[in-house]
């Protein structure tokens, strides 16, 4: 069940982040698309929430605002503070291919109400990758300084990615391919996998950053806990 | 504020026989046009067609010249296809 809590996670934590930029993106059609993200974001986590839930015996609301960050089973890559746009379009580039990957294998997988959920996502991811890669070219290829700030964000972000795969291994390698032609086209370099690969995340080891994040979307449930909405 | 051009949108509803204006927006390119339109006026249904053009693109008729361009064939009746017997069968016309 971990698979799912940590699907459902993965999804809550990037919508609470990318919602963090409602009214700060550089332009109002960049402010729309970004909340429209968020909330395919969102609402995949509801399901997948839901969804482990039932297993674990706690609704969506109870497994969102009640766990602290040692129970949450997200990867590191989608909490990190967003230090600017080119950072958010990195994390989400990253993050949405191994997204479109992993629902797509889902989709057909055994479970079949995690296939349900998988195959709804799969759709969104597409979007969210085609269009987090239209922001990681033309921020690559783009001015000298827009250029020097993407492959700052990628090469920050880059060690976060390999925990993407410690649950499927497989998925790396058209991953890969993915990112490669992407990065290629935006005239960046592709960081080198150094000894360095960050994780811990699946197993409620986080960095400091989510905490904060917890505090912020937790504060009014735990103030108010059982009240309803 | 904004340095991006202004785009024009047209949407073809899924089940729509053309496309209307719908709206404008700006964007850097025809492509982010796109996208941007589809996240605003479509809601990404399937099945919808989205032109975009370059407001910059399009040429409109004046205002001023209105009497000019529409009016003279208003009187002329002769000029409207009323005079035909549009037989009972003939639906739509």
């Given amino acids: 069940m971990t698979d799912v809590l940590g699907l459902g996670d993965d999804a809550l934590i990037a919508a609470q982040r990318l919602a963090q930029w409602c009214a700060r993106a550089p332009e109002l059609e960049e402010d729309v698309a970004l909340a429209n993200i968020a909330l395919d974001q969102l609402g995949t986590a509801r399901l997948l929430l839901s969804y482990a839930g039932e297993v674990l015996g706690r609704d969506e609301d109870q497994l969102a605002f009640l766990r602290t960050d040692r129970e949450f089973r997200n990867v590191?890559?989608?909490?990190?503070?967003?230090?600017?746009?080119?950072?958010?379009?990195?994390?989400?580039?990253?993050?949405?291919?191994?997204q479109h990957l992993r629902y797509g294998a889902l989709s057909s997988g055994?479970?079949?109400r995690l296939a349900g959920i998988a195959?709804?996502?799969?759709?969104?991811?597409?979007?969210?990758?085609?269009?987090?890669?239209?922001?990681?070219?033309?921020?690559?290829?783009?001015?000298?300084?827009?250029?020097?700030?993407?492959?700052?964000?990628?090469?920050?972000?880059?060690?976060?990615?390999?925990?993407?795969?410690?649950?499927?291994?497989?998925l790396r390698a058209p991953w890969l391919s993915t990112v490669d032609g992407v990065l290629a086209e935006a005239t960046l370099t592709r960081p080198q996998d150094e000894t360095w690969k960050p994780?811990?995340?699946?197993?409620?080891?986080?960095?400091?950053?989510?905490?904060?994040?917890?505090?912020?979307m937790q504060v009014l449930h735990r103030a108010h806990p059982g009240a309803r909405w | 504020m904004s340095e991006w051009p202004l785009w024009e949108v047209f949407v073809r509803p899924r089940r729509g026989l053309s496309h209307s204006h719908v709206g404008s927006l700006h964007a850097p390119d025809a492509q982010m046009a796109l996208r941007n339109a589809r996240d605003l006026y479509t809601r990404r249904q399937e099945g919808v067609s989205i032109w975009v053009v370059p407001a910059a693109a399009i040429t409109a008729s004046s205002p001023d010249e209105k009497d000019a361009f529409f009016d003279p064939a208003g009187d002329k009746v002769y000029r409207h296809p009323t005079f035909y017997e549009v037989p009972d069968g003939a639906g739509h016309i």
């Fill in chain 1, 199 to 216: 994780g811990g995340g699946r197993q409620g080891v986080h960095t400091e950053a989510l905490s904060y994040l917890l505090a912020e």
């Fill in chain 1, 119 to 170: 195959a709804k996502a799969v759709k969104e991811s597409a979007y969210h990758l085609d269009h987090s890669a239209q922001w990681t070219v033309r921020l690559g290829d783009g001015t000298d300084v827009s250029h020097a700030r993407m492959q700052a964000a990628v090469d920050e972000v880059w060690p976060y990615t390999h925990e993407l795969f410690d649950e499927v291994p497989e």
């Fill in chain 1, 110 to 112: 055994a479970d079949e």
């Fill in chain 1, 76 to 98: 590191l890559l989608v909490e990190l503070p967003d230090r600017d746009f080119a950072v958010l379009i990195a994390k989400l580039f990253f993050l949405s291919a191994y």
